[in-house]
């Protein structure tokens, strides 16, 4: 019998190939688990989507014929087992190998058991030696996509306009454990200090007033002490960015899960939330339960058609890429394809048009991406302002964000250069 936090991680791989979202699999998948087994159950799972490639780098010699011919639940369980043994420590080598037999068999029968056996016994022997990675100068391509776990095509793309460094530290960032944050509602010192008499470790992050970093371990009980919402510095600096007047009204019309709808509500706005997906729009409404937010109205709209007009600030956090989150979803650098970027720009541009009409004269359009791909950021809102002669790009006031942030009065937060999540914005405003 499967141990029941591999199983669980098995179930979630097996979900992510059919199309599910890895946080939603996971938290379909993972309530009959206590906290350890939850714990373990999310490092194999999430481990194995981040080192995916270079995991497969390892499996292939070891395969006969390689691994591109096996069943897709077998080279799951080859995966999970070759992640345990070569990245965690706490696990041990007969049980890792163990649970994989059961498992290999279960999904394709005793011959399947066999090979899992043979495969990860000979691994645990040799370890990744016998499989010696690309030459990092030599094949930077062929080096990113094994031990740095990306697909090509990304690599490539990235490698085009950034330094081989750059990527390289950029991999490294997606391939780690992501930290916990929480955006704070009220004073940040306060927080922190309830935080500290609770036990609970977290620190101020420089880059984002607003911030605290927190072990993930401990959100659940952090959410209790202090009012927060569970927030990536690159998204709240977002807000910031916005350098808003007090009390402002604010549409947001592609809100959900809605952290920045609601940390512009925590700080007396009134905030107007839309999204086309009622599912995702849960998330919304239960941030507003959970911190009392009455200034924030929830309901379902389509963007590209704003139910609302002549409004004073719209966000406009369009549908893109993530690029810049691919530590915290690590399953979307395997999903994209070009096609996809090539889909949401399309997407984009005609948000950012509707948007337009629905804002008022002398209104302000805040556009954001957490996309690090040109074609969504600095390339859409230059045609966007060529068909739209009537708007200018404008800077926040001084110390609306750390100057780090700023490239010429647009927010760009990068992992590699930053260490928190990726997040672009314009401020537009119309003239």
Not at 76 to 100: F, I, K, M
Not at 318 to 336: I, M, Q, S
Request: charged share 25%; with cysteine; proline share 5%.
């Amino acid at each position: 019998m499967v141990a029941p936090a591999r199983a669980v991680a098995l179930e979630v791989l097996r979900a992510v190939r059919r199309g599910v979202l890895a946080d939603r699999a996971f938290d379909r998948r993972a309530d009959s688990l206590g906290g350890a087994d939850r714990r373990l159950a999310q490092e194999l799972a999430y481990g194995v989507l981040r080192l995916r490639g270079r995991l497969d780098h390892v499996l292939e010699p070891l395969v006969k014929g390689g691994i591109r011919r096996l069943d897709a639940d077998v080279l799951d369980v080859l995966r999970l087992g070759a992640y345990q043994l070569l990245e965690l420590d706490r696990v041990p080598a007969y049980a890792a190998v163990s649970d994989a037999v059961e498992a290999a068999k279960a999904s394709a029968g005793t011959g399947a058991g066999a090979l899992a056996n043979a495969v990860l016994r000979r691994l645990d022997r040799e370890g990744a030696a016998s499989s010696p990675f690309p030459a990092r100068d030599e094949d930077p391509t062929g080096y990113l996509t094994t031990w740095g776990s990306h697909p090509r095509w990304l690599v490539e793309r990235w490698l085009e306009r950034l330094s081989l460094e750059e990527v390289e530290r950029l991999t490294e960032y997606d391939n780690a454990r992501p930290a916990a944050y929480l955006s704070v509602v009220g004073a940040r010192e306060v927080a922190l200090k309830r935080l500290h008499d609770a036990g609970i470790e977290a620190e101020p992050v420089a880059l984002c007033r607003g911030s605290i970093r927190m072990e993930p371990g401990e959100v659940a009980r952090g959410l209790e002490l202090v009012g927060g919402i569970v927030q990536d510095p690159g998204a709240a600096t977002v807000v910031d960015f916005m350098a808003l007047d007090p009390g402002s009204r604010v549409v947001d019309l592609c809100a959900a899960p809605g952290g920045k709808a609601a940390l512009l509500a925590a700080r007396g706005h009134e905030v107007f939330a839309f999204d086309v997906a009622r599912a995702r729009l849960v998330r919304v409404l239960e941030n507003r339960s959970r911190l009392e937010l009455s200034r924030l109205h929830v309901a379902l709209a389509d963007s590209t058609r704003p139910p609302l007009c002549g409004m004073p600030v719209i966000l406009l956090d369009v549908p893109c890429t993530g690029t810049g989150t691919l530590a915290r979803h690590p399953d979307g650098r395997w999903r994209l394809r070009t096609a996809d970027l090539e889909a949401m720009v399309e997407l984009q541009g005609r948000l950012l048009d509707a948007a337009a009409q629905a804002l008022e004269s002398s209104g302000l359009l805040v556009y954001s991406t957490c996309s690090l791909e040109p074609e969504e950021n600095e390339e859409q809102v230059r045609a966007f302002l060529d068909r739209c002669e009537d708007f200018a790009l404008e800077a926040p006031g001084a110390g609306a964000v750390a100057p780090e942030l700023l490239d010429e009065g647009t927010l760009r937060a990068t992992p590699h250069n930053h260490g928190i999540d990726g997040a672009y914005a314009v401020r537009l405003r119309r003239r």
